[in-house]
Every structure is written in C-alpha cells, then in structure tokens.
C-alpha cells in the first residue's frame, strides 16, 4: 500500500494558559430536540439573546434549553446565511441556492420574501453579505458552481441601493468552479476582500477591494492561489496551473499576531500533484499582505476527502482551533475517512483531539459551524447533522457583539476586525457570514482568555478603516459595543 499520510500528525504536549483539561463535548441532539441537515447558520433572528440556527430549516433557540422549529416563520428553505440588510435590527436571510431569494425580518419572528434579481450562479454552494462600497448597506457576493463537464457558472456580486438589490457584476466568460465563499479584511485598509475556493484543481481566487465596488485578484500575487504543477483545460475554456479541489477555507488569526490568516481546506486525491490542505500565514504589513505556507510542518493528517473547515477557540486558551469534515465515509485504498477537530498549540502546529473530545465517528459531511447556544462562553457545534455542546468548565472568556449605527456603518458589522491585546498576543476576531462551503458562524465575536482574569481592552476597526478602543471589559461576561460617529 502507498504511503497516503502526506502530513505527518505530530502529537505535542498542549500548554493552556491556566487550564489543566481539555474542553469536552457532548451530543445533545436528541436533549435539544434538533435534528437539522444541510448548511449550517447561525444568528439570533428573534433577539432574545440567543442564538437561533439554520439548519434545512429555522431553528428557534428557547432559552439556550432546546431548539424549536419555527414553522411558522416563512423562513426559505435551501441554505442561507443570515445579516440585517435594510439596518433595521433584525437578522434578515439570504437564500443562495437555486435562483436565489431574499427574506425580510419583520421583527415579529416572521420573515417576508423580497424582491432579488434571479441568481446567474445556478446552483451556488457558498455566499456572503460585505459592504463592498462602504455605504452602511450589505451587499452580496455569490458564488458560481458547474454542471460536470456541460457548464461552469459565474460568481455574481450584488449591490444594495436604495431601490433594491441589482447586480453589480459577474465573471466573465471561462468561470471557474467556485465552492466556499468566505470574507475578511486581509490586507487592513478598511475594506473587506473576498476568497473564493475554486474546484477541479483550479486556482483560487482572492479579490481585494478597493473600497469603491471594484475587484481586482490578487490570489497568484499574494501567495493565496495554490501551487500550480502543469497545465490542465476545462469545461467552458478555462485554462490554468493544476492546483487543488478546494470545497471551503476559513479566515482568522492562527498564530496571535494581529493580522488574518487564511486556511484553505483542499480535498486531495493521492497523487502529489494535487494541492493539500493549507495553513497560510499572513505576514503583514512588513510582508505586502502576502502569505507563507506553515502546512508542512502544521501536524495535520492528510485525509482525501476534506471539505468544510470552521475555526473558533473551543477549549478558550485564546488560540483559534480547527474543526474540518470530510465528504467521502472511505476513501482511497480502503481508508476510512472522517471529520477531525485539531487543537491549536500555538506556534503553528496542530494536534488531532478528535477522539478524546467525544466528536470522532461522524459520517460524511458539509455542515460545520460554531457557536455559543447556552451562553456559557465556550464554543458549541453543529455538524452532520448533530448538536455537540460544549462542557468546558475552564478558561476565561469573553463575548462581544459589534452594532453599526445603521447611516454610516452597516447595523450588523460585518467585516469589523476587534483585538483584544494579552501579553505578547493579540487575540483577533472578525465578524464574518460565510466559512467553509456555505456554513455561517455565530456572528458574536467569542475571545478565550485562559488564565486571564482583569479587566481587558479592545481595539475594534470598523469597515471604512474608522478606529474605536474601548476599556476596561469586564472577563465572563457578553459586552455589546455600538458604533457611533464622534
């Protein structure tokens, strides 16, 4: 048999700042009434304080004790992903698949269907809301995908105006096959840039803003493309570097040093040609925004059928931790394939925890997504089609929710970068609507603290690239911070 462990898994002692155990989960699916598939998206559309889920329907989260369907919503069905459009203050849903369809939030735990151009993307898999000319309205960004070997699909971008949403722009002829959709300010001048995860070992796509409504990609440029190996043609005349099968990838600082990394979650076939799984560091300012691959060495196992990758700070020592699925139950040569959770040890390297957390032996998946349904300040889990509940009893944390004024910055932040200074470690979250392949995380900024019990300070940028700092946050606690124009 060939040697299909292309990354070593390295097993490192973990050194949690102030803490003594790991983090562990329970599957409380059944406890909590839930039994949800697809994509997974979270967000308190009623506004009680906690946070509802999305998942092949409207979930209504009662008292953080169980999930109630609200069947009386006239929420969509297809996948979705939740941000307040029309700055009213009530989380509204985008409905990606097929031709698309937009619902309003009446904020009377209904939902009322809008008119939205119909999609060109046909059957997208991944989407999300950004304010892509900073006029406090969100705007879309929709991905296309293929039908094998007959047509490819473009992406779309959507604008938001006064009179209605219009489409603003699509790819051009030769599309490449976009899976996940995912968002953040990568290169720190106020304006929320998009990354595109392109299939078929295509290159994928990173598309820096310029603050005004235009893209320019910058993947190849920037190191965020792949590591293209020859040359390959496909459906619709695209022609490009064989790269990777990239299904989703997910944005967030990993090594704590204040600037958004990038994980890129690459499906992979044995042979060497094909990109794996990726661990891109961004290096900065000092460094052009540009990114360094520190995956050799990252302690990830190589599995082929990787899909969706979601991070967030499950045992709270203020490191963001990996959760990745797998779609195939056994893959090449006989190995079985499922989705892991990697803990981050800090300094670039991972270690697989999925079995002594209790979240091992799930089946094919593309769901995955974090979020806080008990505030209790740890991250909990949806996946395959489960509610794992997350039992971590240690590690300070911290909460936060970031409000545009609704006139000069969009009501629900989207795209707000806050840091949280600890010692030589800047903790960095950013509010995002997409990671993986069309999954949405809870859009309250979680910050595990370890050990850490004063006080702390946090600096947010705001989209626009407007700075607030505010002080003295109290640890254990959920802090609101709204956005206000001095």
């Known amino acids: 048999m060939k040697n299909t462990n292309w990354f070593r898994g390295l097993l490192i002692t973990s050194v949690l700042i102030g803490q003594s155990a790991q983090a562990q989960f329970r599957d409380v699916s059944t406890e909590w009434g839930f039994a949800g598939g697809g994509k997974a998206a979270f967000g308190d559309f009623d506004g009680d304080g906690f946070v509802d889920l999305f ?21 969509p069905g297809g996948e979705v992903i939740f941000a307040d459009f029309d700055n009213d203050g009530h989380l509204d849903l985008f409905q990606f698949t097929g031709g698309g ?44 995908y293929e039908i094998w070997q007959k047509a490819v699909h473009p992406d779309a971008i959507f604008l938001n105006g006064h009179d209605g949403f219009k489409e603003h722009w699509r790819s051009a002829k ?16 106020g304006h929320v840039d998009v990354f595109v995860s392109n299939y078929r070992l295509q ?13 320019e990609n910058v993947a190849v440029a920037v190191g965020a493309a792949g590591k293209p190996k020859g040359v390959i043609n496909y459906t619709g005349g695209v022609r490009y570097g064989i790269s990777g099968h990239t299904i989703g990838s997910a944005i967030g600082d990993l090594d704590n040093d204040g600037h958004l990394d990038l994980f890129v979650g690459n499906f992979s076939h044995p042979p060497k040609s094909q990109d ?24 990830l196992a190589w599995q082929e059928s990787f899909a969706s990758p979601t991070l967030g700070d499950f045992d709270n020592d203020g490191d963001l931790d990996l959760y990745f699925t797998t779609v195939y139950g056994t893959g090449s040569y006989g190995i079985k394939n499922f989705p892991v959770l990697y803990a981050n040890d800090s300094n670039w390297k991972f270690r697989n925890v999925t079995a002594p957390e209790k979240v091992g032996s799930l089946g094919a998946t593309y769901q995955a997504a974090w979020g806080d349904i ?12 489960k509610l794992f509940l ?25 795209g707000a970068i806050a840091r949280l200074r600890l010692g030589d470690r800047t903790l960095t979250r950013h509010v995002e609507t997409g990671t993986g392949e069309g999954n949405q995380n809870d859009p309250r900024l979680h910050f595990g603290l370890g050990g850490h019990k004063a006080p702390v300070t946090i600096e947010i940028t705001w989209p626009g690239g407007r700075k607030t700092v505010t002080k003295k946050l109290a640890v254990n606690q959920q802090h609101t911070v709204k956005f206000a124009v001095k």
Request: hydrophobic share 35%; charged share 30%; proline share 3%.
């Open 55 to 75: 998942a092949g329907k409207l979930w209504r989260n009662v008292g953080g004790k169980k999930f109630v369907e609200a069947k009386d919503s006239g929420a």
């Open 101 to 144: 369809s937009l619902h309003r939030n009446t904020g009377k735990g209904k939902f009322e269907a809008v008119k939205f151009p119909k999609l060109p993307t046909v059957n997208s898999r991944g989407a999300v809301w950004l304010d892509i000319n900073n006029d406090a309205r969100l705007d879309l960004f929709v991905g296309g």
């Open 174 to 189: 030769g599309n490449f096959s976009a899976r996940g959709v995912t968002a953040g300010d990568l290169n720190e001048d």
């Open 203 to 215: 290159p994928n796509h990173l598309w820096r803003s310029d603050g005004a409504g235009k893209f």
């Open 276 to 299: 794996r799984p990726e661990f891109l560091r961004n290096l900065g300012p000092k460094g052009e925004f540009k990114f360094e691959d520190k995956s050799a060495d990252a302690g």
């Open 374 to 385: 008990d505030n209790d300040g740890d991250l909990d889990l949806v996946t395959a089609g």
């Open 390 to 414: 997350n039992e971590n009893r240690k590690g300070n944390w911290l909460m936060l929710t970031l409000i545009g004024d609704g006139k000069t910055m969009n009501r629900s932040a989207v």
